[in-house]
């Protein structure tokens, strides 16, 4: 092997004495006039992580499983790309790759640059992976597109920046998607999979490929572009797979018996001539590998090459038709330089569907807890990113730490990870890969706020089960406890913070010993019998609101009290409105802060504080809501889709699995009776519901709060009956929307839904309720002339509007069978060999029919993104030491956050800010950012395109003309619409000004001394 690596250096020195290296398009072969040019693009498609482990995929491990090894694909493409210069491959996935580049040898790594030098080993996309683009979050599709792209930037340079992305195998895809990769200076987009209705009719009408505009803010210099549907999903044409995983023939030439070529021939010339009739442009793009291609490269390219090779012989004899290597860029190079026009697209293309009976909607809600698991560890990688550049740590075991989490998250987004649509061994490989990086980042956050406060010796631990009340540093005695805040928004935040803790009184204090208000609430009975799952030592929280600009310390004490007094007195209960037949004169200690009601027929139950009004039924059901000055009937209850199942070898008899919804027809309502507990403390009111044994919640308002909280538990779900179950929560009400709605795409722009319709085609809607889920990664509306209703979600879920008056989401679901489409196995998750339980929440926003109420929804969705990341201390260890100024962004205007503040390089940051309001919600604003540029200590400023890798001025990307307009006379280009920003220390604060329009996001790149 040693010898090999010798000769092919040896081959490539020869070479490169021969040919200037030239990369990107300049490296593409040229189109023929007159000809059918088809572009072969070698790719192997490699997800990092679905039926086996990412490392288990990478080295080719538990191949019985599936047989896959990325390791040797790399290898053997390397070797056979070294041969003939006029071999092309593209590699997508950064994180399979440099675990491969890492572990070569220097003459192997040289050998990679000259490749990637000269353009015959392309990345496209080019992101940690190929991340799903339903229930991944803007913030985190940013993040591993910056680091997958800054580590090809620092290891290769320039050439290796990819120019196109390739999402071919995400199931739908998201208009903010294609937004974030025309801001990332793509030229282009290409993917595989839509809706088979849609595909045949937008082949049919040769619309396959067309100018998104991706944005209702953002203009078309920023937001717009060409996207493209593979013609055969993204595997190579039939017959004509020459890999060690197909069955294909391969072309036998010579003097042989079996010789075929003039029948493989004759079978490829008649594909692309069909191919051709639905493709506006002369050249086409031929997909020539599959899921885990190339182990043996050789047979392919062997293979490829006499393909080439024997159909363009036929040239002579008047066929049309020219084929060379290729890239998806120089594919769409050439069809920008055709100069014609194309037809647009505004919406996006969800949800996918495959037949009348399979809607991929299910996985936008499978595997609930690792969707909020995922979104913690956003949460706590922006903090850690933050108090990292703060402090202004920079060692190599920061940065080591830091790119672990990176790593983890870029891992995360896969579009069988963050679905859930994985083998469940992979699952467990997800969280642990993920908890290990989240704790190796601990290091950096300790020491980041033991340099930033008055706690030199604080231990600063996280607790990650909070969402099911379990802290083991406030749970036993929080006696002498400080819990550190830090708040990762732009702009000071004043939240309700909740600690685990036993049943007692407690004092809470700020830095300055001022006493915080604060009560103890009782946990639902329903999270404290889960002993399977939880340790009962802590069966109540300590609730106070506190107030945090970056970084707040609150101090906790045990207050010893004489025997037989009462924990929490009544003067501090404020009186619920309940008929008299519930209340009592005496009662016991513990009920002091609680009321049993049980659901009798004897009027209404109001539970309200200022700004909100609460009414239940006497079945214990919430029918009403008042706030906003509007009062609306708003019923909420549980239900659950029984899933359809049969044989999978039919279609139509196909079951609900990890990828699909396909519910049977039946709504089953989970109890029309809940049993409630109220808890009507000063600061917050509770409502414990219990529905049954398996669904329960908390229904929550907290004073100078403009929003109702519902905390949701579900689980397990019981299948003892053998039919699966898929969780929903509905609010019907009578608001008359027309069969419209609206969901976020992606956490930022909402678009506009209509039940049964699409943008372009008519669905045959055979599946009625899944075929009108959509993914809800941060909120669903819906509104008439006077009313809107919002629920805000705290990870990705599915919902719809399946009925006038109602919104709906997917809580939790637990399946029986699998749906046939690869993972093998149920969506049937247990923990400890029980099913597994469920907690979230989501928010509920009523408010009257006008923009301005928007915008709190808007700034809503922050705080329940990125709220307060809680860190644990001993009190005791705290100094009289001063704490140092903190870097704050008051300077910012209040419509505009920081999405991303990190380290970049060791003497530079990254800041990125974003106007996070749309059009209707705010304008233009501007401001300078020289504040921040000195609190970093900045030197010099230059602005980026979205992910930090290319200077924003020398951005230049392909434009197209749409349909009606006239074409353009010579190939066009979109730079940048501003004069990006460019400033060192000296100039004056004037240079330091920028605009930002809505929905705008801007990146910096800040060199400090």
């Known amino acids: 092997m040693k010898l090999f690596w010798a000769l092919s250096a040896l081959l490539v020195l020869t070479w490169n004495r021969h040919a200037e290296a030239a990369c990107g398009y300049k490296a593409c072969t040229a189109s023929k006039a007159n000809m059918i040019n088809v572009h072969l693009v ?8 679905w039926l086996k482990t990412v490392d288990q995929y990478y080295y080719g491990s538990r191949n019985g499983i599936q047989h896959a090894g990325v390791q040797y694909i790399l290898d053997s493409v390397i070797a056979e790309l070294l041969k003939d210069s006029k071999r092309r491959f593209i590699q997508v996935e950064s994180a399979f790759f440099f675990k491969w580049y890492n572990q070569q040898t220097s003459a192997v790594q040289k050998n990679v640059k000259t490749l990637i030098d000269g353009g015959r080993l392309e990345f496209t996309g080019g992101a940690w992976s190929m991340n799903d683009e339903a229930a991944v979050h803007y913030q985190s599709v940013i993040d591993h597109f910056t680091l997958g792209l800054k580590t090809l ?30 801001q990332m200076g793509f030229d282009g987009e290409f993917f595989a999979r839509m809706d088979y209705m849609e595909k045949n009719e937008r082949l049919n009408n040769m619309t396959g490929e067309v100018i998104w505009k991706a944005s209702e803010n953002l203009n078309s210099e920023i937001s717009e572009i060409f996207t493209g549907v593979l013609y055969n999903h993204y595997s190579a044409p039939p017959g004509f797979c020459f890999d060690n995983l197909c069955s294909d023939d391969p072309i036998i030439d010579g003097n042989s018996y079996d010789n075929n070529v003039k029948t493989k021939v004759d079978d490829f010339i ?37 393909l080439i090779k024997y159909v363009n012989e036929r040239q002579v004899q008047g066929t049309k038709i020219n084929v060379f290597y290729s890239t998806p860029a120089c594919y769409l190079n050439a069809v920008h330089n055709t100069i014609r026009t194309w037809p647009t697209k505004t919406q ?64 995360m987004q896969h579009h069988d990870a963050i679905t859930g649509t994985e083998k469940q061994h992979v699952a467990y490989d997800y969280d642990r890969m993920l908890t290990d990086a989240i704790n190796a980042v601990h290091n950096n956050t300790r020491d980041a706020l033991q340099k930033l406060s ?30 550190t805040l830090v708040n990762p928004l732009a702009h000071h935040s004043m939240q309700y913070v909740r600690i685990p803790v036993k049943n007692g009184t407690y004092n809470v204090t700020d830095i300055y010993g001022k006493i915080v208000q604060s009560e103890v609430v009782p946990l639902p009975k329903e999270v404290v019998d889960l002993t399977h799952l939880r340790a009962n030592v802590s069966q109540h929280e300590l609730v106070f609101y506190a107030y945090v600009e970056k970084i707040s310390h609150y101090y906790i004490k045990t207050v010893i009290q004489p025997r037989g007094h009462d924990e929490v007195s009544d003067e501090s209960q404020a009186k619920v409105k309940m008929p008299r037949r519930f209340m009592r004169e005496e009662r016991t200690k513990t009920e002091k802060t609680v009321e049993k009601i049980e659901p009798k027929a004897v009027g209404d139950v109001v539970v309200q504080n200022s700004l909100i009004k609460l009414t239940f039924n006497s079945n214990g059901i919430l029918y009403n809501i008042q706030m906003n000055g509007i009062t609306e009937n708003i019923n909420q209850e549980f239900y659950y889709y029984k899933g359809a199942y049969g044989n999978n070898m039919e279609f139509k008899n196909r079951s609900s699995g990890a990828y699909i919804f396909r519910p049977n027809g039946t709504e089953v309502l989970v109890s029309p009776k809940a049993t409630l507990t109220i808890y009507n403390g000063n600061m917050v009111k509770e409502v414990h519901q219990r529905f049954n044994e398996w669904v329960s919640q908390v229904i929550r308002i907290y004073n100078g709060i403009n929003r109702v909280e519902f905390e949701w538990l579900v689980g397990p779900i019981p299948i003892t009956d053998g039919i699966g179950k898929e969780v929903i929560t509905r609010f019907t009400t009578s608001i008359n929307n027309a069969g419209v709605f609206y969901t976020d795409s992606n956490g930022r722009e909402m ?14 809607l055979t599946e009625s309720v899944s075929g009108n889920y959509y993914p809800v990664t941060a909120r669903i509306a819906m509104e008439n002339a006077k009313s ?31 749906d046939a489409f690869g993972v093998g196995e149920a969506l049937n998750e247990t923990v400890n060999g029980k099913g597994l339980v469920a907690r979230g929440k989501v928010y509920l926003i009523l408010s009257p029919t006008n923009q301005a109420q928007n915008i709190y929804e808007r700034m809503a969705q922050q705080e329940i993104h990125l709220p307060f990341w809680k860190f644990f201390s001993n009190a005791t260890k705290s100094t009289n030491k001063v704490p140092p100024r903190i870097l704050n962004f008051n300077s910012l205007p209040v419509q505009v956050q920081v999405l991303t503040l990190e380290p970049y390089s060791p003497n530079e940051h990254l800041l990125r800010l974003e106007n996070y309001m749309d059009k209707n919600e705010t304008s233009a604003t501007t401001f300078s950012v020289r504040t921040l540029f000195d609190m970093l ?63 705008q996001i801007r990146t910096f790149i800040i060199k400090w001394k």
């Open 42 to 49: 070698p790719h192997s498609h490699d997800d990092t992580g």
């Open 153 to 182: 930037s620092t290891t290769f340079g320039a050439c290796a920046r990819p120019r196109v992305g390739w999402q071919i195998d995400p199931f739908g895809h998201s208009r903010e998607m294609a937004s974030l990769f025309a």
């Open 270 to 306: 008649t594909y692309i001539n069909k191919m051709a009739k639905y493709y506006r442009a002369t050249d086409l793009l031929v997909p020539m590998g599959d899921d885990f291609n190339y182990e043996n490269a050789a047979i392919n390219y062997g293979n490829m090459d006499k």
């Open 348 to 411: 996006d293309f969800f949800p996918y569907s495959t037949d009348w009976h399979t809607y991929w909607t299910g996985y936008y809600s499978s595997r609930p807890t690792q969707k909020r698991f995922e979104r913690e560890g956003n949460h706590f990688l922006q903090v850690a990113k933050q108090l990292t550049t703060i402090a202004n740590l920079t060692s190599a075991a920061v940065t080591q730490n830091v790119d672990k989490l990176r790593q983890a998250m870029g891992i």
């Open 454 to 483: 008055n706690l030199t010796s604080g231990e600063f631990a996280s607790c990650l089960q909070l969402n099911m009340s379990i802290c083991e540093y406030s749970q036993h005695s929080p006696n002498n406890l400080v819990v």
């Open 751 to 764: 678009l506009r839904r209509i039940r049964n319709g699409r943008e372009y085609f008519k669905p045959n």
């Open 788 to 818: 809107r209703l919002a629920l805000l979600n705290d990870r990705a879920q599915g919902g719809s509007s399946v009925k006038d008056g109602s919104l709906e989401l997917m809580l939790h679901r637990r399946l029986l069978r699998d």
């Open 937 to 999: 200590h900045g030197t010099e400023i230059r602005e980026t395109t979205l992910d930090g890798n290319l200077a924003l001025g020398s951005m230049s990307r392909f434009k197209f003309q749409p349909d009606g307009k006239t074409p353009p006379n010579k190939v066009e280009y979109y730079t940048s619409k501003y004069t990006p920003l460019t400033a060192v220390a000296k100039d004056p604060e004037t240079k330091f000004r920028i605009t930002m329009d809505p929905m």
